[in-house]
């Protein structure tokens, strides 16, 4: 045990209500459900149950509270609030990664440093960032002077994932709230406890109630498509699998509402070999398996330069056997549980997959030994599949990555390019007029090159094909978070 691990082991798993103007609720049938930890299989709490009922109250407040004066807030105030925000997410941030760690199952001190610690910089960026807008403005000879106004966009509907909840939510939040909007909040129904924190720092930083509403339940038949149907949502943001994005999709277009969405990813991970064969499988070990690889922008797909392919396999086979899966409160645990026996079971079933078509496990493919309970699976490396293979082209959302062998820049770029998602990708070279090259040739919405996840909150960041809609990031969140008006004076 180590001091972070005994304040986290001291924290309590909290029982969720929904959060509706400015109060904690239960659902009007008093129904509920069980929250589960992953990494023990024990359930830790109960979950109010919200469906049309709650997210109609929830849109009602949001739309009464859009008519008050957070919308007409001075900017400096407002940033003011959202710095608040930021500073109470990080006085509890303890706290906070250990319930993250309790919903989703993974490494506490990953929670603690990458997802608590990037939500209160969400808002703190955004509060700073709000100060700084200004809008278009154009003169046109000596006839007229034309003039952009910005506004909210009204109520916004957040529909949420689980993998990096609070990371991701506040990522959206912050740029909702710094233009002024008002929101409605549907968290995954297995990660519920820190967005009921959330709603408690944000009335604790003077949001006005009404602003934030969250409702907990279930996606479709419930409270997720009672949302995305609502006539008086304006706006839908949504992170999560590309089939839910769909139906959001068709259930939304009656009202015509606008739509955010960072969808799935299958990211090919390029390695020349000119590179740093070191430097690249650091990062390799953390682009692969980082969240149990439960990350859309990991990179499952590994292509290897053929001849560094044997050199870079060796290594980064032994180093991934080095990584200690097991209990997220333990210190040095790199690998947690993934997020319910569902998925479990999923992820499983693509290394059966993997080896009917053909391929070769050459590190994990299977439960940890010393784990009889908790959703575990060992860091998974997977060699001898073809292009066409299933693990190759679907996304596993897993512990799982393929390395296949490749011997020209062609030959690369059209096997990462052949797939229907374009969420992110990797190029490992030294050669920097091929780093160029090839990064404008990938299909992808976020390419690094000698680096993965490294971000600039100022960037546009998103994906192509059926990676998502849209853009996040600075000026491109506001971009979907307001809307603009134009104003013509004759001169």
Excluded at 275 to 295: A, C, R, W, Y
Excluded at 379 to 404: A, H, K, M, Q, Y
Excluded at 432 to 445: C, K
Aim: glycine fraction near 8%; charge should be negative; aromatic fraction near 8%.
């Amino acid at each position: 045990m180590y001091i972070k691990e005994k304040q986290a082991s001291k924290v309590q798993p909290i029982d969720c209500r929904h959060f509706i103007n400015g109060e904690f609720v239960e659902s009007t049938n008093q129904k509920t459900f069980e929250n589960i930890n992953p990494a023990t299989e024990l359930v830790i709490g109960k979950v109010a149950e919200g469906g049309e009922k709650e997210v109609d109250l929830a849109v009602k407040a949001a739309r009464k509270a859009l008519k008050g004066p957070w919308k007409s807030l001075p900017s400096k105030e407002r940033s003011s609030i959202l710095r608040k925000i930021g500073d109470l997410i990080l006085e509890r941030k303890e706290e906070l990664a250990a319930l993250e760690s309790l919903d989703t199952g993974k490494p506490y001190e990953m929670a603690l440093e990458v997802d608590i610690t990037r939500a209160a910089y969400n808002f703190h960026f955004f509060a700073d960032y709000l100060t700084s807008l200004g809008t278009e403005s154009y003169q046109q000879d000596d006839k007229a002077i034309h003039y952009s106004i910005r506004r909210p966009v009204g109520v916004v509907g957040m529909i949420n994932p689980w993998n990096l909840p609070m990371l991701l939510l506040t990522w959206k939040m912050a740029p909702c709230l710094a233009a002024g909007n008002t929101a409605v909040i549907k968290p995954a129904e297995w990660t519920p406890m820190t967005a009921t924190v959330l709603a408690e720092i944000c009335k604790e930083a003077g949001v006005p109630d009404g602003v934030v509403n969250i409702v907990h339940g279930f996606g479709p038949d419930s409270a997720g498509a009672a949302i995305t149907k609502h006539p008086q949502v304006d706006a839908v943001t949504f992170t999560g699998e590309t089939k839910t994005g769909t139906a959001i999709m068709e259930a939304a277009a009656p009202t015509l509402k606008k739509l955010s969405y960072e969808l799935g990813g299958k990211n090919p991970n390029i390695i020349f070999a000119d590179s740093d064969l070191d430097e690249v499988i650091d990062t390799t070990l953390k682009s692969s398996f980082m969240n149990q690889g439960e990350v859309c922008l990991c990179g499952s797909r590994i292509y290897v330069e053929r001849p560094v392919y044997e050199a870079f396999l060796d290594k980064f086979v032994s180093r991934t056997k080095e990584l200690e899966v097991g209990d997220p409160f333990k210190k040095g645990t790199n690998v947690g549980a993934v997020i319910s026996k569902e998925h479990y079971d999923r992820v499983m079933s693509y290394i059966e997959i993997a080896k009917e078509e053909g391929g070769t496990i050459v590190a994990g493919g299977g439960r940890p030994e010393h784990k009889e309970k908790g959703f575990f699976i060992e860091p998974t490396i997977v060699t001898n599949l073809d292009r066409s293979s299933r693990c190759v082209r679907e996304e596993i959302f897993g512990p799982v990555v393929t390395v296949l062998p490749f011997d020209t820049e062609e030959d690369v770029i059209e096997q990462a390019n052949d797939t229907h998602y374009g969420l992110g990708a990797t190029i490992w070279t030294n050669d920097l007029r091929r780093a160029h090259r090839v990064a404008y040739q990938i299909e992808a919405g976020i390419i690094w090159v000698n680096t993965w996840y490294l971000r600039d909150l100022r960037t546009p960041f998103g994906g192509l094909k059926q990676s998502g809609i849209g853009r996040e990031g600075g000026m491109h969140s506001f971009e979907f978070y307001s809307e603009l008006s134009n104003v013509t004076i004759k001169l």
